[in-house]
């Protein structure tokens, strides 16, 4: 359940991760016998080379609600955020 100290889920979402360890998806877990049908989300989260999140992305039944995309300048710090909502 937590291979390399990361959680697979919990109460609330199942997680996956690259081969460096980093978040890549959550998506919502509907418990056994509960029935959402308005609310299971997909939360995707690329990065560059870095290591550094460059792109997310949070989807409803595959359609999506948010988008954003993250700067760097060339000394690391976040040099701004991108973002358009459904």
Sequence with gaps: ???DN???R???YLYRYDRHGRLT????LIPEGVIRTDD???HRYHYDSQHR???YTRTQYEEPLVES???YDPLGPQGGKTGVAA
């Design 1 to 3: 359940m937590w291979p």
């Design 6 to 8: 990361r959680i697979a």
């Design 10 to 12: 919990d109460a609330h």
């Design 25 to 28: 998806e959550k998506t919502d």
């Design 40 to 42: 299971e989300r997909t």
């Design 53 to 55: 999140l460059v792109h």
């Design 69 to 71: 995309r993250y700067l």
